[in-house]
């Protein structure tokens, strides 16, 4: 039994993948790094913290955390509320400040 086991491991480290490997080689980066890739078309100009924070006490305690400006490449502006459940775009504006979610469009 003892030199049939002795055969079965003789066999295995024949067949180990590591048995070509040089551990002192310097290894080779490609691995790890991953391959260049394009990046994705700019869908927004600027992300900015609005001029409506912090926010008042009472939202504060209702989960909202920041209020954020987002403009897009074609002009639009953005009120986003970032809550502790998530984000959502609000009702405000640059004058008028309205921390309510904003309703959905009529399409969607």
Same mark, same amino acid.
């Given at each position: 039994v003892a030199r049939q086991a002795q055969k079965i491991s003789g066999a295995a480290q024949d067949? =180990?993948?590591l048995k070509d490997y040089d551990f002192q080689s310097v290894p080779s980066l490609n691995n790890l790094v991953p391959d260049f890739f394009e990046p994705? %078309? $700019?869908t927004v100009k600027s992300v900015a913290l =609005? =001029?409506?924070n912090p926010p008042p006490c009472h939202l504060r305690q209702r #989960?909202?955390?920041l209020y954020m400006v987002v403009t897009t490449n074609e002009g639009e *502006? &953005? *009120?986003i509320t970032s809550h502790v459940s998530g984000f &959502?775009?609000? $009702?405000s504006s640059n004058a008028k400040f309205d921390p /309510? %979610?904003?309703? =959905?469009? $009529? #399409? /969607?």
């Open positions: 067949a =180990s993948p994705g %078309p $700019k =609005s =001029s409506w #989960g909202h955390l *502006q &953005f *009120q &959502f775009v609000n $009702k /309510y %979610p904003r309703a =959905s469009p $009529k #399409g /969607y």
